[in-house]
C-alpha cells in the first residue's frame, strides 16, 4: 500500500474514532483541551510510522494507546504521575456503548462519553462559530484544513476559533459531563444541531473521496436515541431522530455500480430499507402527539416521509411538500430551505417557474455548490444546454465531495456532447 493509501486511511480512521478517543482521554484526564492535543499528537505519530509499519489491526485502540502513553509521559513531566495511574486505571479508556437505548433507563444515569463530548462543545461559553467548529474538530474528526474549506474560511481563522473554543472551555472549568436536567434546556438546540452535523457529515461528506459513511450516520442515529432517554419530553429530539432515520434508510440505493452518487429519482426504491422508514415513521408520531405543532426537525421529517412513502418521484406528493418548506420557511427563513423548496416548485409549477425562484437566490448563495447543481439540473430541464453545462461546471468547481465532484463534470460532459 502506498503512502498515499495509507494517509487516506489513517483519516478514514481518525474520523471514525476522533470523538471517541477525544471523550475518552477527556474523562480520565479532566482536561479538554489537553485530550484533543494528545489525539492529535497521536494522529500525528500514525502519519510517520504506519507507512513503514503498516496500519494495524486495530488502529482505534493504537492510536488511543500512544495517546495515553503520552498523557502518562506528561504527568511524569507534571510530577503527578503516582496521584494520576490511579486515574488510568479504574476501567478501558474507550468504552464501548449500546447500539440502542432502554427506553427505560434513568435519564440522569446515561454513560456516554461521545455524548458528554457533545455537550461540552456546546457549552454557552462558547460563540456560535466556535461550537460550529470545535464539533468539526473534535466530533466529526475533520482536520482544520477541511474545516476551512467547510466554511470557506482561512485556515488561520479556524485554528484561532479552536483554539480560542478549547481555551474558554478550560477558563470557565467546564466540567466533562452531561448537566443536569435544569441546564439541559439551554444546551439542547445546539447539542440537536451538533447530532444533526454529524449525521449530515455521514451522509453527504463535505470533503473526501468517499459519497456517504454510514458509520457515522449510524452514530449520530445512536446519539439521538441517547438525548431521547435524556429528554423524553422534547418532540424536537424524536423529529430528529425521524428525519434521520428516513435518510439513512436510503443508503443502499445510493450508489451505483462505480460508487457514484445517485439522485432519489435514479435510486431504486426497493432497496429502501422499510425498518428504518417505520422507525422514522414511529419517531415523527411521537413528535406529533405532543400536540406542540413541528418544529425545525419536524417540518424536515415531514418532508422526508413524503419522500420515503412515495412509490416514484411522479407519485410524490409535491404540493405538499412545497406546503411544509412554506412553513419552514416561516419558522426559520433561509437561503438554503428556499432553494430546496424550489425543487419542490419544480415539480409542480414547472422548471421555469421554480428556475426564475433559483436565480434570485444568487446573491447568497452563489459559493454555494448545490445552488449551481440544482440550477443546472433546472437549466437542462429547460432546454438550456450551455448554461446548464456552464452550471454543472461551475458547481464541480467549489469545494466539495471527490465523488459528487466526478458527478457533475460526467453530467457537464455529456451535456456538453449532446449539444
Same mark, same amino acid.
Given at each position: 500500500?502506498?503512502?498515499?493509501?495509507?494517509?487516506?486511511?489513517?483519516?478514514?480512521?481518525?474520523?471514525?474514532?476522533?470523538?471517541?478517543?477525544?471523550?475518552?482521554?477527556?474523562?480520565?484526564?479532566?482536561?479538554?483541551?489537553?485530550?484533543?492535543?494528545?489525539?492529535?499528537?497521536?494522529?500525528?505519530?500514525?502519519?510517520?510510522?504506519?507507512? #513503514?509499519?503498516?496500519?494495524?489491526?486495530?488502529?482505534?485502540?493504537?492510536?488511543?494507546?500512544?495517546?495515553?502513553?503520552?498523557?502518562?509521559?506528561?504527568?511524569?513531566?507534571?510530577?503527578?504521575?503516582?496521584?494520576?495511574?490511579?486515574?488510568?486505571?479504574?476501567?478501558?479508556?474507550?468504552?464501548?456503548?449500546?447500539?440502542?437505548?432502554?427506553?427505560?433507563?434513568?435519564? #440522569?444515569?446515561?454513560?456516554?462519553?461521545?455524548?458528554? @463530548?457533545?455537550?461540552?462543545?456546546?457549552?454557552?461559553?462558547?460563540?456560535?462559530?466556535?461550537?460550529?467548529?470545535?464539533?468539526?474538530?473534535?466530533?466529526?474528526?475533520?482536520?482544520?484544513?477541511?474545516?476551512?474549506?467547510?466554511?470557506?474560511?482561512?485556515?488561520?481563522?479556524?485554528?484561532?476559533?479552536?483554539?480560542?473554543?478549547?481555551?474558554?472551555?478550560?477558563?470557565?472549568?467546564?466540567?466533562?459531563?452531561?448537566?443536569?436536567?435544569?441546564?439541559?434546556?439551554?444546551?439542547?438546540?445546539?447539542?440537536?444541531?451538533?447530532?444533526?452535523?454529524?449525521?449530515?457529515?455521514?451522509?453527504?461528506?463535505?470533503?473526501?473521496?468517499?459519497?456517504?459513511?454510514?458509520?457515522?450516520?449510524?452514530?449520530?442515529?445512536?446519539?439521538?436515541?441517547?438525548?431521547?432517554?435524556?429528554?423524553?419530553?422534547?418532540?424536537?429530539?424524536?423529529?430528529?431522530?425521524?428525519?434521520?432515520?428516513?435518510?439513512?434508510?436510503?443508503?443502499?440505493?445510493?450508489?451505483?455500480?462505480?460508487?457514484?452518487?445517485?439522485?432519489?429519482?435514479?435510486?431504486?426504491?426497493?432497496?429502501?430499507?422499510?425498518?428504518?422508514? $417505520?422507525?422514522?415513521?414511529?419517531?415523527?408520531?411521537?413528535?406529533?402527539?405532543?400536540?406542540?405543532?413541528?418544529?425545525?426537525?419536524?417540518?424536515?421529517?415531514?418532508? $422526508?416521509?413524503?419522500?420515503?412513502?412515495?412509490?416514484?418521484?411522479?407519485?410524490?406528493?409535491?404540493?405538499?411538500?412545497? $406546503?411544509?418548506? #412554506?412553513?419552514?420557511?416561516? @419558522?426559520?427563513?433561509?437561503?438554503?430551505?428556499?432553494?430546496?423548496?424550489?425543487?419542490?416548485?419544480?415539480?409542480?409549477?414547472?422548471?421555469?417557474?421554480?428556475?426564475?425562484?433559483?436565480?434570485?437566490?444568487?446573491?447568497?448563495?452563489?459559493?454555494?455548490?448545490?445552488?449551481?447543481?440544482?440550477?443546472?439540473?433546472?437549466?437542462?430541464?429547460?432546454?438550456?444546454?450551455?448554461?446548464?453545462?456552464?452550471?454543472?461546471?461551475? $458547481?464541480?468547481?467549489?469545494?466539495?465531495?471527490?465523488?459528487?465532484?466526478?458527478?457533475?463534470?460526467?453530467?457537464?460532459?455529456?451535456?456538453?456532447?449532446?449539444?
Amino acid at each position: 500500500m502506498d503512502d498515499l493509501h495509507i494517509r487516506r486511511a489513517i483519516e478514514a480512521v481518525w474520523r471514525s474514532e476522533s470523538a471517541r478517543i477525544v471523550a475518552a482521554l477527556t474523562r480520565r484526564t479532566g482536561d479538554f483541551a489537553w485530550a484533543e492535543d494528545l489525539a492529535q499528537d497521536a494522529l500525528l505519530e500514525a502519519l510517520a510510522s504506519w507507512p #513503514d509499519a503498516g496500519i494495524p489491526d486495530n488502529p482505534g485502540a493504537w492510536l488511543l494507546t500512544v495517546a495515553k502513553r503520552r498523557a502518562i509521559d506528561g504527568w511524569r513531566r507534571r510530577e503527578r504521575l503516582e496521584e494520576r495511574i490511579g486515574m488510568m486505571g479504574h476501567g478501558a479508556l474507550l468504552s464501548e456503548t449500546p447500539d440502542a437505548v432502554d427506553v427505560a433507563a434513568d435519564p #440522569d444515569r446515561i454513560d456516554d462519553d461521545v455524548l458528554r @463530548l457533545v455537550f461540552v462543545a456546546c457549552h454557552p461559553v462558547l460563540a456560535p462559530a466556535a461550537r460550529l467548529a470545535l464539533t468539526l474538530r473534535t466530533v466529526a474528526g475533520l482536520t482544520t484544513e477541511q474545516i476551512a474549506r467547510v466554511m470557506l474560511l482561512p485556515v488561520s481563522t479556524v485554528q484561532q476559533r479552536i483554539v480560542r473554543a478549547k481555551r474558554a472551555l478550560a477558563d470557565a472549568e467546564v466540567p466533562f459531563e452531561i448537566p443536569d436536567r435544569t441546564q439541559r434546556p439551554a444546551r439542547l438546540a445546539s447539542v440537536l444541531q451538533v447530532v444533526y452535523l454529524l449525521f449530515t457529515e455521514g451522509y453527504a461528506p463535505a470533503v473526501g473521496s468517499q459519497p456517504f459513511r454510514p458509520d457515522v450516520a449510524r452514530e449520530a442515529v445512536r446519539l439521538a436515541r441517547q438525548l431521547a432517554a435524556l429528554a423524553p419530553d422534547e418532540p424536537e429530539v424524536y423529529s430528529l431522530t425521524a428525519l434521520m432515520e428516513f435518510q439513512s434508510s436510503r443508503f443502499a440505493a445510493r450508489t451505483d455500480a462505480e460508487g457514484l452518487p445517485l439522485t432519489i429519482a435514479q435510486q431504486d426504491r426497493s432497496r429502501w430499507d422499510r425498518s428504518a422508514i $417505520a422507525r422514522g415513521r414511529a419517531a415523527l408520531a411521537r413528535a406529533e402527539s405532543f400536540d406542540r405543532g413541528l418544529g425545525y426537525y419536524g417540518l424536515q421529517a415531514a418532508v $422526508a416521509e413524503r419522500h420515503a412513502i412515495a412509490s416514484s418521484t411522479d407519485e410524490t406528493d409535491w404540493s405538499l411538500i412545497v $406546503a411544509l418548506y #412554506d412553513g419552514l420557511l416561516e @419558522l426559520a427563513p433561509s437561503p438554503v430551505v428556499r432553494l430546496n423548496r424550489a425543487v419542490a416548485v419544480s415539480m409542480v409549477d414547472g422548471a421555469d417557474a421554480a428556475l426564475a425562484e433559483v436565480d434570485r437566490l444568487a446573491p447568497e448563495l452563489e459559493s454555494f455548490r448545490p445552488f449551481h447543481g440544482v440550477r443546472a439540473e433546472l437549466l437542462e430541464r429547460t432546454g438550456r444546454t450551455d448554461a446548464a453545462v456552464a452550471a454543472f461546471l461551475r $458547481a464541480a468547481a467549489l469545494p466539495g465531495n471527490a465523488a459528487e465532484t466526478e458527478v457533475l463534470r460526467r453530467r457537464a460532459a455529456a451535456r456538453a456532447g449532446d449539444g
